[in-house]
């Protein structure tokens, strides 16, 4: 087995994806950025989920939302949906592992807010009832998906924005999920404050 073979094809299959996504995914994450920030400046929020290294990137975006990305700016209203041990475990444990997040969707989403969706195969149940419940509330989708964004991709409707990133290897996806995540992080920063270039 040669190992350094395989991390250069990682590398390699990586780059590429990135590479040719550079031109789909622009404008839809523009267009993302400009939904979050119209709720953002209407008093709205984001809620964020997913599930296992997606629910890692859920985290990730909203505490760079909520705290700082790369230039000052006011803390932004952002919650993610997998953090707290004693919601996740009592929902899932009283009812079904589908309902963690919706259930939070329910109680805490408002008309405006808006639900970041992120799913590699858009086949998990717990997201899938997230999106059905965030619309129940009049909310906006943004789902970040992969694979053809599966079920959830069915479920979007008018106004929600879809991030498909096509690939098939969930850790792949993955990788573009994060820069994209970043990017919609500087597109809100650069419409909200400026940006230096
Ligand atoms: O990070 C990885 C794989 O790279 C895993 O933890 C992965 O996120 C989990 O299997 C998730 O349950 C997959 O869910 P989804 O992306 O299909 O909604
Ligand atoms: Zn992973």
């Given at each position: 087995?040669?190992?350094?073979?395989?991390?250069?094809?990682h590398?390699?299959?990586?780059?590429?994806?990135?590479?040719?996504?550079?031109?789909?995914?622009?404008?839809?994450?523009?267009?993302?950025?400009?939904?979050?920030v119209?709720?953002?400046?209407?008093?709205?929020?984001?809620?964020?989920?997913?599930?296992?290294?997606?629910?890692?990137?859920?985290?990730?975006?909203?505490?760079?939302?909520?705290?700082?990305?790369?230039?000052?700016?006011?803390?932004?209203?952002?919650?993610?949906?997998?953090?707290?041990?004693?919601?996740?475990?009592?929902?899932a444990?009283?009812?079904?592992?589908?309902?963690?997040?919706?259930?939070?969707?329910?109680?805490?989403?408002?008309?405006?807010?808006?639900?970041?969706?992120?799913?590699?195969?858009?086949?998990?149940?717990?997201?899938?009832?997230?999106?059905?419940?965030?619309?129940?509330?009049?909310?906006?989708?943004?789902?970040?998906?992969?694979?053809g964004?599966?079920?959830?991709?069915?479920?979007?409707?008018?106004?929600?924005?879809?991030?498909?990133?096509?690939?098939?290897?969930?850790a792949?996806?993955?990788?573009?999920?994060?820069?994209?995540?970043?990017?919609?992080?500087d597109?809100?920063?650069?419409?909200?404050?400026?940006?230096?270039?």
């Open positions: 087995m040669d190992l350094i073979a395989r991390m250069n094809r590398f390699q299959e990586s780059a590429q994806l990135k590479m040719t996504l550079a031109q789909v995914l622009a404008a839809p994450i523009a267009m993302a950025a400009e939904r979050m119209q709720c953002l400046l209407a008093e709205g929020k984001i809620l964020v989920c997913g599930n296992g290294g997606s629910a890692a990137d859920a985290q990730h975006f909203s505490a760079e939302l909520l705290n700082r990305f790369e230039v000052e700016r006011p803390p932004l209203a952002a919650i993610a949906l997998t953090t707290d041990a004693s919601t996740l475990t009592s929902i444990n009283d009812y079904q592992f589908d309902k963690v997040f919706s259930k939070q969707v329910h109680a805490l989403g408002q008309r405006g807010d808006i639900l970041l969706a992120i799913s590699t195969s858009g086949q998990s149940p717990n997201i899938l009832e997230a999106v059905r419940a965030a619309h129940e509330r009049d909310m906006v989708v943004v789902a970040l998906t992969g694979k964004g599966g079920k959830l991709a069915e479920l979007l409707t008018g106004d929600d924005v879809h991030l498909s990133v096509e690939a098939q290897n969930t792949r996806i993955q990788e573009v999920h994060i820069l994209v995540l970043h990017c919609l992080c597109a809100i920063d650069c419409i909200l404050v400026g940006a230096d270039e």
